[in-house]
């Protein structure tokens, strides 16, 4: 037996309505908000460096002869001027005591022939010869000296020296590493950039350095010196930082991590969560009237779980920062501790 049109139209009509009941029912969506405000970012450079020390330097036997002292220890601090090593020159002193008795008599020979010319009893010509001998003898006992000084190594600035490789006694040849010198109560960090970014990067930058020994303590420092020359075959340009280490806790030739500040600007900013992509457009959920509006947005760089937005939304506005996964453009959104608008109406019948 077939239904009636009429009924068929009636049952139509309320399963519609109890369809827009159910729909109107429908809590809205719970999802949180923040406002829009501007915050700081940074265009960075990011590098690998070598530390150097701020001077170093090795100093070397001069000459193949006896080590007779040493007097540093092992990774000890000396003073500018202090005495290293001290090598053998017995014989370079016997030398000094021959040249200085020569130039002795040979001044007290000159001093005769001067008085003598005086008067008129010895010619101009053994007079220069005379200074000539004098001068010759004073040339031999400075050299004498000059060798003996050679024997006595000094340390040409104030540092930290090397461990020790050599012992008192031994006999070293000319060129040996004795010891190794190194300032670093300042360290020269030297790292490249690629050309392209040469002008984010000027004289006089904050740097901020990591080691992989100490992780978790950052060392501050600022550019000093731009090399003007660039490599042609890397096409980078090799920059140099000072950083203080007072403490010493950097050491020469430690890699490190560089982290240059090039640019610092203040810009609107919202939660990564925030900004939902389609193809190569974003978007962001704008709460107007407790409601979701799909706005789309310019967005430039991403920085500490904050994406940068350039256009497309104002500051103060507010937008969803999660649950954006479940909204759509124009669809009813809650924020926490908002009642359900079904609760909502429930609540009010019963009232009435």
């Known amino acids: 037996m077939r239904m009636p049109l009429s009924l068929f139209l009636i049952a139509l009509t309320l399963s519609a309505c109890t369809g827009e009941k159910e729909k109107t029912a429908r809590p809205a969506a719970l999802v949180e908000a923040a406002r829009i405000a501007p915050e700081t970012f940074t265009d960075d450079l990011d590098a690998v460096g070598t530390a150097f ?73 053994s007079l220069d010869s005379q200074i000539a001998l004098a001068g010759a003898a004073r040339a031999s006992a400075q050299q004498a000296r000059a060798s003996i000084g050679d024997r006595v190594i000094h340390a040409p600035f104030a540092g930290w020296v090397s461990l020790r490789t050599v012992s008192p006694g031994a006999i070293v040849t000319a060129g040996t590493a004795i010891a190794t010198v190194s300032d670093i109560s300042r360290i020269k960090l030297d790292f490249t950039i690629p050309e392209t ?76 969560l925030a900004v939902v992509g389609d193809g190569e457009e974003r978007f962001v959920f704008v709460v107007e009237d407790g409601k979701a509006r799909r ?32 909204l759509t453009d124009g669809v009813p959104v809650r924020l926490p501790g908002d009642k359900p608008k079904a609760e909502s109406a429930s609540a009010d019948r019963a009232a009435g």
């Not at 007097?71 to 003073?79: A, K, P, T």
């Not at 970014?197 to 010196?225: K, M, N």
């Not at 430039?300 to 103060?316: F, M, P």
Request: charged share 20%; net charge positive; glycine share 8%.
């Open 197 to 272: 970014r040469l002008s984010l990067i000027r004289e006089g930058q904050p740097i901020r350095a990591t080691s992989a020994a100490w992780p978790d303590r950052p060392f501050a420092g600022t550019v000093a010196t731009i090399d003007p020359v660039i490599d042609p075959a890397t096409r980078a340009v090799r920059v140099r930082a000072i950083l203080p280490n007072p403490d010493r806790m950097l050491k020469p030739g430690m890699l490190l991590t560089v982290n240059v500040i090039a640019k610092q600007r203040r810009s609107l900013a919202v939660p990564e």
């Open 295 to 326: 706005t789309r947005v310019a967005t430039g760089i991403r920085q500490n779980g904050l994406v940068e937005i350039l256009g497309g939304v104002k500051s103060g506005q507010t937008v969803v920062t999660d649950g954006v996964v479940k």
């Open 53 to 125: 020390a701020n001077e170093q330097v090795v100093l070397s036997a001069p000459v193949t002869e006896r080590i007779t002292s040493l007097n540093f220890s092992d990774g000890g601090y000396v003073s500018r001027g202090q005495v290293i090593a001290t090598l053998a020159a017995g014989q370079e002193r016997a030398e000094l005591a021959a040249a200085q008795a020569q130039a002795l008599q040979a001044q007290q020979q000159l001093e005769r022939i001067q008085a003598l010319k005086a008067r008129g009893f010895a010619t101009a010509a």
